[in-house]
């Protein structure tokens, strides 16, 4: 799997992929991430990537041409099965688990960071996909990038070190949430209270806790 990033702060995402999970899936060529600096698909001297609003309205928007001749470089000029290019923005589609399985299928993913304003509207025509990662506003798509990559990653075949780990947890199905899980001590005092892990956990008895485990499934699903 191959992940392109064009923004113009590439420096952003150092920090978070030289680390953990991300780091290790790199270092395996499980995945590949390249950053692209938008500036560099620039004319001007000045390497400009915004403008001002036609029509009015506050702020700068980012210029078509920069991210055209980004994407034509990045991407190629005919779309190929296995590749998308995606939008990061406020006004796409909400980025959820099952996105994620199904972009894991994918070889090729280029993702777009808007800033300023947002991104000039004739960039739909070169794109696949708006995705927004929640109902709010940041100040840059760079974090949705990230979240989305990693999100991505751990879903790849040999990424985690137990692939168990994604059967039960939280969104593998539309709206069920993991069951709770305790590790040790089996009671834990804070200050004149106790709290003690669920003794059917405790009891070595594997029926018992697997009734346990599909009884919390079950009362999310009638919830």
């Known amino acids: 799997m191959k992940f392109n990033i064009i923004t113009i702060f590439p420096q952003i995402f150092n920090s978070y ?16 991430i ?12 000045h ?31 005919k779309k190929t099965t296995g590749q998308k290019i995606i939008l990061l923005s406020a006004k796409g589609k909400k ?22 304003e947002g991104v000039d509207d004739r960039i739909k025509n070169f794109i696949d996909e708006e995705i927004s990662i929640g109902d ?15 999100s991505i990653t751990r879903l790849l075949p040999g990424v985690l070190g137990n692939s168990e780990s994604l059967s039960d947890e939280s969104h593998n199905k539309k709206g069920i949430l993991e069951y709770p899980q305790y590790t040790k001590p089996a009671e834990f005092k804070a200050g004149n209270k106790k709290y003690k892990v669920p003794e059917v956990l ?10 346990w485990k599909e009884k919390f499934k079950k009362n999310q699903k009638n919830n």
Not at 34 to 45: E, G, I, M, P, Y
Not at 69 to 75: F, L, N, S, V
Not at 136 to 150: F, K, N, Q, R, S
């Open 17 to 32: 992929f030289n680390e953990s999970i991300i780091k290790r899936a790199m270092e395996k060529n499980l995945i590949k």
């Open 34 to 45: 390249k950053t692209h600096n938008l500036r560099d698909f620039t004319d001007d001297k």
């Open 47 to 77: 390497k400009t990537v915004d403008d001002t609003v036609y029509g009015g309205g506050a702020g700068m928007l980012m210029k078509i041409e920069p991210l055209y001749k980004a994407i034509k470089k990045i991407a190629g000029k």
């Open 95 to 116: 980025w959820e688990q099952q996105l994620a399985q199904k972009y894991s299928k994918l070889k090729n993913i280029t993702f777009i960071c808007g800033r300023y």
């Open 136 to 150: 709010y506003v940041l100040t840059g798509g760079e974090l949705g990038a990230m979240i989305i990559i990693d």
């Open 202 to 211: 405790s009891s070595g008895n594997h029926k018992l806790i697997e009734e």
